[in-house]
Protein backbone atom coordinates (compact mmCIF):
# COMPACT_ATOMS: atom_id res chain seq x y z
CA UNK A 1 0.00 0.00 0.00
CA UNK A 2 1.48 3.03 -1.05
CA UNK A 3 1.94 5.93 1.81
CA UNK A 4 0.48 8.81 2.75
CA UNK A 5 1.92 11.81 0.50
CA UNK A 6 1.70 15.21 1.01
CA UNK A 7 2.23 17.86 -1.90
CA UNK A 8 4.12 20.19 -2.32
CA UNK A 9 7.37 19.44 -0.05
CA UNK A 10 8.63 22.57 0.24
CA UNK A 11 6.93 26.22 -0.01
CA UNK A 12 7.67 29.90 0.02
CA UNK A 13 5.23 32.37 0.64
CA UNK A 14 4.93 35.85 1.43
CA UNK A 15 2.96 37.89 4.17
CA UNK A 16 -0.74 38.05 3.05
CA UNK A 17 -0.93 35.60 0.54
CA UNK A 18 -2.95 32.55 0.69
CA UNK A 19 -1.90 28.64 0.31
CA UNK A 20 -2.87 25.72 0.05
CA UNK A 21 -1.61 22.34 0.71
CA UNK A 22 -2.71 18.60 -0.67
CA UNK A 23 -2.74 15.47 1.16
CA UNK A 24 -3.97 12.18 -0.31
CA UNK A 25 -4.31 9.62 2.16
CA UNK A 26 -3.59 5.73 2.36
CA UNK A 27 -5.97 3.81 0.32
CA UNK A 28 -9.36 2.64 2.14
CA UNK A 29 -8.71 5.27 4.89
CA UNK A 30 -11.61 7.86 5.52
CA UNK A 31 -10.15 10.32 7.65
CA UNK A 32 -7.24 12.59 7.48
CA UNK A 33 -6.12 14.76 10.44
CA UNK A 34 -3.81 17.79 9.88
CA UNK A 35 -1.25 19.09 12.19
CA UNK A 36 1.22 22.03 12.71
CA UNK A 37 4.55 21.74 13.79
CA UNK A 38 6.79 24.53 14.90
CA UNK A 39 10.35 24.32 17.22
CA UNK A 40 8.08 26.53 20.12
CA UNK A 41 4.53 24.94 19.81
CA UNK A 42 5.39 21.61 19.14
CA UNK A 43 2.95 19.40 17.24
CA UNK A 44 -0.80 20.96 17.57
CA UNK A 45 -3.63 19.26 16.12
CA UNK A 46 -5.36 21.83 13.40
CA UNK A 47 -8.95 19.83 12.08
CA UNK A 48 -9.99 16.13 10.98
CA UNK A 49 -12.39 15.42 8.26
CA UNK A 50 -14.27 12.12 7.83
CA UNK A 51 -16.24 11.48 4.71
CA UNK A 52 -16.18 15.08 3.70
CA UNK A 53 -17.48 16.37 6.75
CA UNK A 54 -15.17 18.53 9.59
CA UNK A 55 -15.24 15.90 12.83
CA UNK A 56 -12.77 17.61 15.11
CA UNK A 57 -10.85 21.07 14.80
CA UNK A 58 -8.06 22.81 17.22
CA UNK A 59 -7.90 25.82 18.11
CA UNK A 60 -6.86 27.78 15.71
CA UNK A 61 -8.35 30.89 13.90
CA UNK A 62 -10.44 31.23 10.92
CA UNK A 63 -7.84 31.97 8.35
CA UNK A 64 -7.33 27.78 8.59
CA UNK A 65 -9.22 26.07 6.98
CA UNK A 66 -9.69 22.46 5.13
CA UNK A 67 -12.08 20.15 3.04
CA UNK A 68 -12.15 16.73 2.08
CA UNK A 69 -13.32 15.48 -1.27
CA UNK A 70 -15.19 12.18 -1.76
CA UNK A 71 -12.15 10.33 -2.72
CA UNK A 72 -10.73 11.44 0.57
CA UNK A 73 -8.46 13.50 -0.39
CA UNK A 74 -7.72 16.53 1.68
CA UNK A 75 -6.74 20.08 1.37
CA UNK A 76 -5.64 22.50 3.89
CA UNK A 77 -5.94 26.26 3.02
CA UNK A 78 -4.01 29.47 5.39
CA UNK A 79 -5.05 32.68 3.82
CA UNK A 80 -3.57 36.07 4.71
CA UNK A 81 -0.38 34.29 6.03
CA UNK A 82 1.83 35.88 8.96
CA UNK A 83 5.16 35.15 9.51
CA UNK A 84 4.24 33.18 12.05
CA UNK A 85 2.79 30.59 10.26
CA UNK A 86 6.23 29.01 9.06
CA UNK A 87 5.93 25.59 10.01
CA UNK A 88 5.77 22.00 9.19
CA UNK A 89 2.12 20.78 8.39
CA UNK A 90 1.66 17.18 8.38
CA UNK A 91 -1.38 15.11 7.47
CA UNK A 92 -2.30 11.97 8.86
CA UNK A 93 -4.43 8.94 7.51
CA UNK A 94 -6.54 7.11 9.43
CA UNK A 95 -9.09 4.42 9.03
CA UNK A 96 -11.68 6.83 10.92
CA UNK A 97 -13.71 4.41 12.23
CA UNK A 98 -15.82 5.38 15.78
CA UNK A 99 -16.77 2.91 18.39
CA UNK A 100 -14.48 3.54 20.74
CA UNK A 101 -11.37 1.80 19.31
CA UNK A 102 -8.22 3.05 18.85
CA UNK A 103 -7.65 4.84 15.38
CA UNK A 104 -3.45 4.13 14.18
CA UNK A 105 -2.44 7.37 12.32
CA UNK A 106 -0.06 7.04 9.13
CA UNK A 107 1.65 10.79 8.79
CA UNK A 108 2.82 11.92 5.66
CA UNK A 109 5.73 13.65 5.28
CA UNK A 110 4.82 16.98 6.05
CA UNK A 111 4.95 20.35 3.88
CA UNK A 112 7.46 23.01 5.07
CA UNK A 113 5.82 26.05 4.60
CA UNK A 114 7.67 29.33 4.71
CA UNK A 115 6.36 32.48 5.33
CA UNK A 116 8.70 35.61 4.48
CA UNK B 1 -7.48 17.18 26.37
CA UNK B 2 -6.05 14.62 28.04
CA UNK B 3 -2.49 15.24 28.80
CA UNK B 4 0.73 13.73 28.99
CA UNK B 5 4.25 14.21 30.92
CA UNK B 6 7.49 12.85 29.47
CA UNK B 7 11.21 14.03 30.53
CA UNK B 8 12.66 16.56 27.38
CA UNK B 9 15.36 13.98 26.80
CA UNK B 10 17.32 10.74 27.51
CA UNK B 11 20.47 8.58 26.33
CA UNK B 12 20.88 5.05 26.19
CA UNK B 13 24.72 3.39 25.07
CA UNK B 14 23.91 1.42 21.69
CA UNK B 15 22.79 -2.50 21.79
CA UNK B 16 21.39 -1.40 25.41
CA UNK B 17 17.75 -1.60 26.22
CA UNK B 18 15.80 1.87 27.12
CA UNK B 19 12.96 2.85 29.04
CA UNK B 20 11.22 5.71 28.00
CA UNK B 21 8.30 6.57 30.71
CA UNK B 22 5.16 8.52 30.26
CA UNK B 23 2.55 10.00 33.28
CA UNK B 24 -0.85 10.60 32.26
CA UNK B 25 -2.96 10.75 35.47
CA UNK B 26 -5.76 12.05 33.88
CA UNK B 27 -6.29 9.39 31.52
CA UNK B 28 -10.11 8.26 31.45
CA UNK B 29 -11.15 5.01 30.86
CA UNK B 30 -11.56 4.76 27.38
CA UNK B 31 -8.03 6.44 26.81
CA UNK B 32 -5.96 4.08 24.78
CA UNK B 33 -2.20 4.88 25.34
CA UNK B 34 -0.48 5.76 22.19
CA UNK B 35 3.51 5.75 21.18
CA UNK B 36 4.76 7.57 18.24
CA UNK B 37 8.42 8.53 16.94
CA UNK B 38 9.55 11.00 14.61
CA UNK B 39 13.13 10.82 13.28
CA UNK B 40 14.82 14.01 11.46
CA UNK B 41 13.19 15.47 9.11
CA UNK B 42 10.12 12.72 8.50
CA UNK B 43 6.48 12.70 10.10
CA UNK B 44 6.16 11.01 13.04
CA UNK B 45 5.84 7.42 12.88
CA UNK B 46 3.54 4.93 14.82
CA UNK B 47 5.20 2.55 17.24
CA UNK B 48 2.88 0.51 19.49
CA UNK B 49 -0.84 0.87 21.57
CA UNK B 50 -2.64 -1.05 24.42
CA UNK B 51 -5.28 -0.08 26.60
CA UNK B 52 -4.72 -2.04 30.02
CA UNK B 53 -2.56 -4.66 29.01
CA UNK B 54 1.02 -4.99 28.30
CA UNK B 55 2.30 -5.31 25.02
CA UNK B 56 4.28 -6.28 22.15
CA UNK B 57 5.38 -6.06 19.35
CA UNK B 58 8.37 -6.35 16.45
CA UNK B 59 9.86 -2.65 17.45
CA UNK B 60 8.89 -2.35 20.99
CA UNK B 61 7.09 -3.27 24.22
CA UNK B 62 4.58 -1.08 26.11
CA UNK B 63 4.23 -1.44 30.11
CA UNK B 64 1.27 0.20 31.89
CA UNK B 65 1.06 0.33 35.38
CA UNK B 66 -2.01 -1.17 36.98
CA UNK B 67 -3.65 2.06 37.49
CA UNK B 68 -2.97 3.30 34.28
CA UNK B 69 -1.73 6.82 35.44
CA UNK B 70 1.39 6.05 33.74
CA UNK B 71 3.10 3.79 31.33
CA UNK B 72 7.17 2.86 29.62
CA UNK B 73 7.72 2.35 26.20
CA UNK B 74 11.00 -0.20 26.32
CA UNK B 75 13.20 -0.66 23.30
CA UNK B 76 14.87 -3.77 23.96
CA UNK B 77 18.25 -2.81 22.34
CA UNK B 78 19.04 0.73 21.31
CA UNK B 79 20.36 1.10 18.02
CA UNK B 80 21.31 4.59 16.23
CA UNK B 81 18.42 4.71 13.92
CA UNK B 82 16.31 4.56 17.26
CA UNK B 83 17.20 8.34 18.11
CA UNK B 84 14.51 10.28 17.48
CA UNK B 85 11.70 12.10 19.78
CA UNK B 86 9.08 9.86 21.33
CA UNK B 87 5.60 11.13 21.77
CA UNK B 88 3.36 9.43 24.18
CA UNK B 89 -0.22 10.30 23.59
CA UNK B 90 -3.56 9.74 24.90
CA UNK B 91 -6.43 8.68 22.30
CA UNK B 92 -10.21 8.58 22.47
CA UNK B 93 -11.61 8.15 19.04
CA UNK B 94 -10.10 9.96 16.15
CA UNK B 95 -8.06 12.66 18.54
CA UNK B 96 -4.62 12.77 19.19
CA UNK B 97 -2.84 15.56 21.67
CA UNK B 98 1.18 15.28 21.16
CA UNK B 99 2.83 16.45 24.44
CA UNK B 100 6.63 17.51 24.04
CA UNK B 101 8.20 14.39 23.87
CA UNK B 102 11.10 13.08 24.69
CA UNK B 103 14.46 13.25 22.52
CA UNK B 104 16.29 10.19 22.92
CA UNK B 105 19.98 10.07 21.79
CA UNK B 106 22.02 6.71 21.55
CA UNK B 107 25.45 7.11 22.08
CA UNK B 108 28.38 4.40 19.81
Known amino acids: KAGVTQTPRYLIKTRGQQVTLSCSPI?????VSWYQQTPGQGLQFLFE???????NKGNFPGRFSGRQFSNSRSEMNVSTLELGDSALYLC???????????????FGPGTRLTVL | DAKTTQPNSMESNEEEPVHLPCNHS???????IHWYRQLPSQGPEYVIH???SNVNNRMASLAIAEDRKSSTLILHRATLRDAAVYYC?????????FGTGTSLTVIP
Open chain 1, 92 to 106: ASSSGLAGGLPNTQY
Open chain 1, 27 to 31: SGHRS
Open chain 1, 49 to 55: YFSETQR
Open chain 2, 26 to 32: TISGTDY
Open chain 2, 50 to 52: GLT
Open chain 2, 89 to 97: ILNTGNQFY
